[in-house]
């Protein structure tokens, strides 16, 4: 038994094919012009082929990847821009990736760390709601008011916690322009937020909300009267005021990661689980269809997960999709996630 029935490929011929375009960012087009150099004739719409089916395949894995991280208490968030082609228009059209992530090895969680990405074809706050149904916790987002959206779910099962590597880069980016003494004294003192939690990583969560108690709370208390006082001094429709002005409308959030020690300082996590989406759309530069950019949101949410457990993506893909069309139960689904899979010997 095959995933492709009757067809030239194995398993581990789906898996290189999938593994150099989601993992190593080769166009179709250029893995086709590969295996012809070595004179295998392989049209490219054979091997989007081979990848859509592969991707059918394997949606029950994503789908229990995704239910696994949605019974977690603490997530990250984050969506980017995914070009999909438009039917009969040749032209593209904007769709979003949104990034799910679990990382608890800040804290010692016990939970592995894993990503699963969703293509919908906007950025409303409505998609993130979707998406989230059945999670409950805290969530890290940076400050795109669509996630207000789901602190208004009737159950208010969804506390937002902000990034201050978001709330830092506006500072930053004042001081890019000319001199700016206020903003020079907001990243000082976000610089002292971070050097705390430098020696906290690995700790357990109570240990470091006692560590932020007693390090980084004064620096919040001093930082919340600076606040205060500069916004006092400048223009509100200054650069330096609307980065002030940033700050202080998200505050409460910001602040969140000094009473829970399972809270990150920024959402850095999904930032780099998603940046191999941006490498991807650079080299093939969009997605033939709707039902493309979901098969690279399945796809990549499989090997992104992989990555991230130190597990070799070719090998687990391979052994997968070879249990998958050897008949694998749907009841046993859990043990072909990434964290859970033993390849046979």
Not at 123 to 146: C, E, M, N, P, W
Not at 169 to 189: F, M, N, Y
Not at 198 to 214: E, I, T, V
Not at 245 to 268: A, H, M, P, Q, T
Request: proline share 6%; glycine share 8%; net charge positive.
């Amino acid at each position: 038994a095959h995933i492709i029935a009757g067809g030239m490929p194995t398993e581990a011929t789906l898996a290189q094919v999938l593994v150099s375009k989601y993992a190593d960012h080769l166009p179709l087009y250029r893995q086709a012009q590969i295996y012809s150099r070595q004179e295998i004739d392989l049209d490219r719409s054979t091997l989007a082929a081979w990848v859509g089916k592969s991707a059918f395949e394997l949606t029950p894995v994503y789908d229990a990847l995704m239910a696994d991280l949605k019974r977690s208490t603490k997530l990250f968030m984050d969506e980017t821009p995914a070009p999909v082609l438009a039917p009969g228009s040749k032209r593209t059209k904007t769709g979003y990736f949104w990034a799910l992530t679990r990382d608890d090895r800040p804290w010692d969680g016990d939970d592995p760390p894993g990503v699963a990405f969703t293509y919908a074809p906007g950025r409303s706050g409505q998609h993130a709601d979707t998406i989230l149904k059945g999670f409950g916790g805290i969530l890290q987002v940076d400050g795109y008011a669509g996630y207000n959206r789901l602190l208004k779910r009737p159950a208010q099962d969804v506390t937002l916690a902000y990034c201050w590597a978001h709330a830092r880069r506006k500072l930053h980016d004042v001081t890019q322009s000319g001199a700016a003494p206020i903003a020079q004294e907001g990243l000082a003192q976000i610089q002292a937020l971070y050097r705390v939690e430098k020696d906290l990583r690995g700790q357990s969560a109570d240990q470091r909300r006692a560590a932020r108690q007693k390090h980084s709370k004064p620096i919040i208390d001093a930082f919340a009267l600076w606040l205060a006082q500069s916004r006092a001094r400048v223009s509100a429709k200054s650069p330096t005021g609307e980065a002030l002005k940033y700050i202080d409308k998200y505050w409460e959030g910001l602040c969140r990661f000094l009473s829970d020690g399972r809270v990150e300082l920024d959402n850095n996590p999904v930032e780099r689980a998603i940046s191999p989406i941006a490498l991807n759309r650079k080299n093939a530069l969009f997605a033939g269809h709707d039902m493309g950019a979901q098969n690279w949101a399945v796809i990549a949410s499989l090997i992104e997960t992989c990555k991230l457990n130190g597990i070799e993506p070719h090998g687990y893909l391979s052994g997968v999709l070879t249990a998958i069309a050897g008949g694998h139960k749907q009841t046993d689904i859990k043990q072909l996630l990434p964290w859970n899979y033993v390849r046979p010997v």
